[in-house]
């Protein structure tokens, strides 16, 4: 769904608490692994917060803006265009100017296709449980789009990200409107399709 407002704090964190909170975590084995990439891309965040300035990005996420978030969904996973800026909070912030070429299209033979397409049309449900084993995660999985962008200065960025299916047409317009951009996207993602021929990330390689 689209949302014209936004909790400041939830996306840009704030120093105490919110998504960006102090708090420890368990670090072990895989878990390790996954919690330092977390960790590195909070990290990430919160240097590109302080570079280009929480004020300025305040005003931004205070203006005119054009946000995503699936239904139901935890607000950490909203996707925000500002006049200026693309945004996913907690691991990317990024001057719209600078981008060169872009798609939005399927990821590629994803582990829930099958879940994705039995249950396409229905609305996400956060207490929906399966009746098979190891498809907790796919239900705000089943959302997934990837985003890649290509600009001059660090190559090209993937991204990943639920946004349901109506609002994938109105995001690549309005970002579109937004940048000097050639848009890449595979026009299937937009009906909720899956490419199995070829990932779209074949287009920047």
Same mark, same amino acid.
């Given at each position: 769904m689209r949302i014209e407002?936004?909790?400041?704090?939830?996306?840009?964190?704030?120093?105490?608490?919110?998504?960006?909170?102090?708090? /420890?975590?368990?670090?072990?084995?895989?878990? =390790?692994? #996954?919690?330092? +990439?977390? $960790? %590195?891309?909070?990290?990430?965040?919160? *240097?590109?917060?302080? /570079?280009?300035?929480?004020?300025?990005?305040? =005003?931004? #996420?205070?203006? +005119?803006? $054009? %946000?995503?978030?699936v239904e139901k969904? *935890?607000?950490?996973?909203?996707?925000?265009?500002?006049?200026?800026y693309f945004i996913l909070p907690g691991k990317e912030l990024f001057p719209l100017y600078m981008i060169k070429e872009?798609?939005?299209?399927?990821?590629?033979?994803?582990?829930?296709?099958?879940?994705?397409?039995?249950?396409?049309?229905?609305?996400y449900d956060p207490d929906y449980k399966s009746e098979y084993e190891d498809e907790e995660g796919f239900e705000l999985d089943r959302f997934n789009v990837e985003f890649i962008i290509h600009e001059e200065e660090n190559g090209v960025i993937i991204h990943s990200f639920p946004m349901e299916i109506e609002d994938r047409k109105d995001f690549r317009q309005r970002l579109l409107d937004r940048c000097i951009a050639d848009d890449l996207s595979d026009e299937g993602v937009f009906e909720g399709k899956f490419n199995e021929e070829k990932s779209i990330r074949e287009l920047f390689y």
């Open positions: 407002n936004v909790d400041i704090d939830v996306i840009l964190g704030t120093e105490n608490k919110g998504i960006y909170g102090a708090h /420890e975590k368990e670090k072990k084995g895989f878990f =390790k692994k #996954l919690f330092d +990439k977390e $960790d %590195a891309q909070e990290e990430y965040f919160k *240097d590109r917060v302080q /570079e280009i300035g929480r004020g300025e990005l305040e =005003k931004e #996420l205070s203006g +005119k803006i $054009d %946000a995503y978030l969904a *935890d607000p950490k996973n909203t996707v925000i265009l500002t006049e200026n872009f798609a939005l299209g399927s990821e590629w033979m994803p582990p829930y296709q099958q879940y994705a397409t039995d249950r396409l049309g229905i609305p």
